[in-house]
């Protein structure tokens, strides 16, 4: 590939981080007390979109990440981590078999392995799978919280990635031949800064909720948005 068309792609991966930094939605997250147990669902069909069905139809493997943690606000002090709980998952799709399949450990420490003909199906059974359960104290009932939710997608591995960095760095012509040397010039480093800060095609979501108190959950914990 010619020197011009690396640089068209080294423009698009320094733009892309630009607009993946753009303030994502929160989707309400479906929660309910039942004894000592705050139970949160997250709901992963609001993360998945088309072009990762395709992605996984055509072969490719999704690793879902979820993170949630449970916050105590403090008046005159830091806030305190009260909780944190963390469910991964890795879906794919069986050709053979037609159906797409999910792996991973929920956030109770519970391993799984589901396998359903349709996506949607799949991922239904997946924020059963990944539902967070809180053990409550006595006290945390009437005190004033926040959860703080994480939501990663992951496509590359590191070693997608290096494959893809020397790739591009490949049309460095005049350069040292050293890879590592051609890393360190300047249009390596923006290369390296583009490719680490986006995974390529992985997306990050992360915010913070708005105040509840954990025993008065209506149904839902929300989070602020654009209108807030």
Known sequence: MTRP????????????????????????????VTGDTLMVMVPLGTFI?????????????????????????????????????????????????????????GASGSDFDIEFSQLDSLLTELEIRLAFPFKLEANDYSRESYVACAVELQYLTPDKLSDLKDW????????????????????????NMALNSTGFRNRSYLKSSLSFYPGQIEGAIKFPTSLN
């Open 5 to 32: 068309y690396r640089i068209i792609i080294l423009i698009f991966l320094l733009c892309q981080p630009l607009l993946l930094a753009a303030d994502k939605e929160m989707p309400a997250l479906p929660a309910s």
């Open 49 to 105: 979109s088309a072009e990762d069905s395709t992605s996984i139809v055509n072969g490719e493997t999704l690793s879902i990440i979820c993170r949630l943690e449970l916050w105590q606000k403090r008046r005159l002090w830091f806030d305190r981590l009260r909780l944190e709980l963390v469910g991964d998952a890795e879906v794919t799709y069986d050709r053979w078999g037609e159906k797409f399949t999910a792996s991973g450990l």
């Open 168 to 191: 591009l760095f490949s049309g460095q012509r005049g350069r040292s031949g050293n890879p590592k040397d051609r890393r360190q010039s300047l249009p390596g480093k923006l290369v």
